[in-house]
């Protein structure tokens, strides 16, 4: 992105906030990108940037780990592999095998699952892959303290062995020595110590010509002499040679390691950066959770669709101290591409320009922003500033002249694809005059379809926003009766500067407000005053505004208790017809039983009777009563005094009887001869021809 002047980043606290995403950076390399931030005009590298840093938000939001724990600086290290001959030592294989291990967990965790899940932090892996040969190789030499292992080659082995046996030879010889020294008394406090490396005896200078063996010096007050004894000259020697061999043969195998891992270098150097890149990314989810960062939709076009914008330093800042920060909604689009901000000092006109200036920044530098999802927001190709005394004392302008200079820069450089703040445009000279160049500038700046914001107390700039195409104007909201600022933009309609109300209200003598106010003429007064009227009318539709949809809260929240009243009343009838169908069966099953009872006797009187025909008889009497009360049953007539039989065609919605037991229900769907009825909450399969369709009886009126 193109900037207007060099400042423009400072002016606007880019800086501050690049300070704090270094903060969260843990690798050299993360840091150094976060410090060296750019602000993109690319769509698509925006949108990856944006859509990694939202992946990576929602995994510290579900309080998932994401195994990425390097964090060490191996760059030196990795460049020694690419250089013939070159040796890393112990520690520092121990630091690239962690780096190994740290890259294996990050590709075990993206399975096919994640990878689908996360594909924007999937693309940091993309086109690389684990090699589980570095680890090998290098625990095959290095152990876990950093140490070059015994059976690393044959010869060091060998080495190592002959050592052990000449230290330990040393050792019993070096105790009898002492021994004999300490008996004989020549030994000092400090029995023994070592000397370039040598084991030493420490004796009485008054007795060192009694002791053979090679001086290595004394101590500094000149009562103690160290002396290399006789006996273990030879083994000490043999000692040392083999020390020497230890240590080249050490460095010849960590030559060779060095070697055989020089063709991963390139690969190495990819695995640091997949740690650098995820910690960045990792940095950017941190700040976003902190600032309460979002992902606004994105618009390849210059347009400014924000729908509750905080200032991000500001809404950290009351954060902390417990405040609540007003938020920004402004859309800027072709037809309205620059908006005029008037109303009293103090009242947050700045802190609004500058919540709009810094989370474009912000968006285009791959920054989640404190805005409501539902903003959308444009990618634009420069951003000119102007905040502020500009006093330019090295070319010896005044700040008018200054204020000019930059104005021309605007108007020259500005196209459809600029973005650009103006704070108190025409300040700094006569009121008519500044302003008359004020709407010079703003026409030249509408005319190239430039976006912006511009702050101003100017009359004339009000009135002219109203009246040409492209320009609105917007007012800071102001409490005139307790003189407060209220921080909240309106868009839509100019503001008041609240002069002779501040000058009231806070007890300047009346007589010099009424002198002030002939001075000033009658028109200006009088629309200054309109606008003040017109704000606080605004203000009292605003609360009027919150009472009604407070209102309007509470007539949702009555709906759904009404409609819950009326599915529980739903769920009881249900549960009633179904103790009903339930009372059928239970009637079934004791007439039924009754039944089996009587039929047995039947049976027996059939065996023992010589007439035949009075058996015969009872059991015709028995089956034709049966016949009688399934007519005259209970349900059948509660069902024919609610429904009444309509010869009618059976078709799907209709209400139908069951011919067998009475029950209704409604025709939820036809499958060729059979119809599926839905009788209570229990749907059944029933044949066509064992239907009838009814229509309920009105309620007879009771009396």
């Given at each position: 992105?193109?900037?207007?002047?060099?400042?423009?980043?400072?002016?606007?606290?880019?800086?501050?906030?690049?300070?704090?995403?270094?903060?969260?950076?843990?690798?050299?390399?993360?840091?150094?990108?976060?410090?060296?931030?750019?602000?993109?005009?690319?769509?698509?590298?925006?949108?990856?940037?944006?859509?990694?840093?939202?992946?990576?938000?929602?995994?510290?939001?579900?309080?998932?780990?994401?195994?990425?724990?390097?964090?060490?600086?191996l760059h030196k290290e990795i460049k020694l592999l690419s250089i013939p001959g070159a040796l890393i030592t112990g520690e520092q294989w121990l630091l690239i095998r962690k780096l190994a291990e740290n890259t294996s967990s990050i590709f075990r965790w993206f399975d096919q699952e994640r990878r689908l899940a996360f594909p924007?932090?999937?693309?940091?892996?993309?086109?690389?892959?684990?090699?589980?040969?570095?680890?090998?190789?290098?625990?095959?030499?290095?152990?876990?303290?950093?140490?070059?292992?015994?059976?690393?080659?044959?010869?060091?082995?060998?080495?190592?062995?002959?050592?052990?046996?000449?230290?330990?030879?040393?050792?019993?010889?070096?105790?009898?020595?002492?021994?004999?020294?300490?008996?004989?008394?020549y030994t000092a406090d400090i029995d023994e110590s070592f000397s370039n490396g040598r084991r030493v005896v420490a004796v009485f200078s008054e007795h060192k010509r009694q002791v053979k063996g090679i001086l290595h010096g004394e101590s500094d007050s000149r009562k103690t002499a160290f002396i290399e004894p006789e006996e273990t000259i030879d083994l000490n020697n043999q000692v040392f040679t083999l020390e020497n061999e230890e240590t080249k043969e050490v460095q010849r195998v960590l030559r060779q390691l060095t070697a055989r891992i020089a063709v991963y270098a390139s690969l190495l150097e990819q695995y640091l950066i997949i740690a650098g890149e995820f910690d960045f990314i990792r940095a950017k989810a941190k700040l976003a959770v902190e600032m309460n960062g979002?992902?606004?939709?994105?618009?390849?076009?210059?347009?400014?669709?924000?729908?509750?914008?905080?200032?991000?330093?500001?809404?950290?800042?009351?954060?902390?101290?417990?405040?609540?920060?007003?938020?920004v909604t402004l859309t800027l689009d072709d037809k309205n591409r620059i908006l005029v901000i008037s109303g009293p000092n103090a009242g947050g006109k700045t802190v609004t320009m500058k919540?709009?200036?810094?989370?474009?920044?912000?968006?285009?530098?791959?920054?989640?922003?404190?805005?409501?999802?539902?903003?959308?927001?444009?990618?634009?190709?420069?951003?000119?500033?102007?905040?502020?005394?500009?006093?330019?004392?090295?070319?010896?302008?005044?700040?008018?002249?200054?204020?000019?200079?930059?104005?021309?820069?605007?108007?020259e450089s500005a196209n459809g694809k600029t973005m650009f703040f103006i704070d108190e445009l025409g300040s700094g000279s006569d009121p008519n005059l500044g302003g008359a160049f004020?709407?010079?500038?703003?026409?030249?700046?509408?005319?190239?379809?430039?976006?912006?914001?511009?702050?101003?107390?100017?009359?004339n700039l009000k009135v002219m926003a109203n009246r040409t195409q492209g320009i609105i104007n917007g007012a800071m909201q102001f409490d005139e009766v307790n003189l407060q600022p209220m921080y909240k933009l309106i868009v839509g309609k100019p503001g008041s500067s609240y002069t002779f109300a501040?000058?009231?209200?806070?007890?300047?003598?009346?007589?010099?407000?009424?002198?002030?106010?002939?001075?000033?003429?009658?028109?200006?007064?009088?629309?200054?005053?309109?606008?003040?009227?017109?704000?606080?009318?605004?203000?009292?539709?605003?609360?009027?505004?919150?009472?009604?949809?407070?209102?309007?809260?509470?007539?949702?929240?009555?709906?759904?208790?009404?409609?819950?009243?009326?599915?529980?009343?739903?769920?009881?009838?249900?549960?009633?017809?179904?103790?009903?169908?339930?009372?059928?069966?239970?009637?079934?099953?004791?007439?039924?039983?009754?039944?089996?009872?009587?039929?047995?006797?039947?049976?027996?009187?059939?065996?023992?009777?010589?007439n035949k025909q009075d058996v015969i008889k009872n059991l015709q009497n028995l089956l034709f009563k049966q016949k009688e009360a399934i007519v005259v049953n209970k349900l059948a007539k509660k069902v024919d005094l609610k429904y009444k039989e309509m010869?009618?065609?059976?078709?799907?919605?209709?209400?139908?009887?069951?011919?067998?037991?009475?029950?209704?229900?409604?025709?939820?769907?036809?499958?060729?001869?059979?119809?599926?009825?839905?009788?209570?909450?229990?749907?059944?399969?029933?044949?066509?021809?064992?239907?009838v369709v009814v229509e309920k009886l009105p309620e007879p009126i009771s009396k």
């Open positions: 992105m193109r900037l207007y002047p060099e400042t423009a980043l400072t002016q606007l606290e880019f800086d501050k906030v690049r300070a704090l995403l270094e903060g969260h950076c843990k690798t050299l390399y993360a840091k150094q990108k976060a410090e060296e931030l750019r602000i993109h005009t690319k769509k698509e590298y925006i949108e990856l940037e944006l859509k990694q840093s939202f992946e990576f938000k929602s995994i510290l939001e579900q309080s998932q780990y994401f195994p990425n724990d390097f964090t060490q600086p924007g932090l999937t693309k940091v892996i993309e086109g690389s892959y684990y090699e589980k040969a570095v680890i090998e190789m290098i625990d095959e030499v290095i152990d876990e303290q950093g140490t070059v292992k015994d059976n690393a080659s044959a010869d060091l082995q060998r080495i190592r062995m002959s050592l052990f046996r000449k230290r330990n030879e040393l050792r019993r010889m070096f105790e009898k020595v002492i021994s004999k020294l300490a008996k004989a008394g979002q992902l606004p939709e994105l618009s390849d076009k210059a347009h400014i669709h924000l729908v509750n914008a905080y200032h991000p330093l500001l809404y950290l800042y009351n954060k902390t101290a417990g405040k609540n920060t007003i938020p919540t709009i200036g810094l989370n474009q920044l912000l968006l285009q530098s791959g920054l989640l922003v404190p805005v409501s999802p539902d903003s959308q927001m444009g990618i634009f190709k420069q951003l000119f500033i102007h905040i502020g005394d500009t006093q330019n004392l090295e070319f010896e302008l005044s700040t008018y002249s200054s204020h000019l200079l930059h104005m021309k820069y605007f108007i004020a709407e010079v500038i703003m026409e030249e700046l509408a005319r190239r379809h430039s976006f912006g914001v511009v702050t101003t107390h100017y009359l501040i000058a009231e209200r806070i007890g300047l003598p009346q007589h010099l407000i009424n002198r002030a106010r002939k001075l000033v003429d009658e028109d200006h007064f009088k629309l200054d005053r309109l606008l003040n009227r017109t704000e606080q009318d605004l203000q009292q539709l605003e609360q009027e505004k919150k009472q009604l949809h407070k209102l309007l809260r509470e007539n949702d929240r009555l709906k759904k208790e009404m409609e819950t009243v009326m599915d529980k009343e739903r769920h009881r009838q249900q549960i009633e017809l179904l103790k009903n169908q339930n009372k059928v069966t239970e009637e079934r099953l004791v007439y039924l039983k009754d039944m089996e009872r009587k039929l047995k006797q039947i049976v027996l009187d059939w065996k023992k009777a010589e010869n009618q065609h059976i078709e799907v919605g209709s209400l139908v009887k069951l011919k067998k037991n009475y029950q209704v229900g409604e025709v939820k769907e036809i499958r060729g001869k059979r119809a599926i009825v839905q009788i209570g909450i229990l749907p059944m399969n029933v044949d066509l021809v064992d239907l």
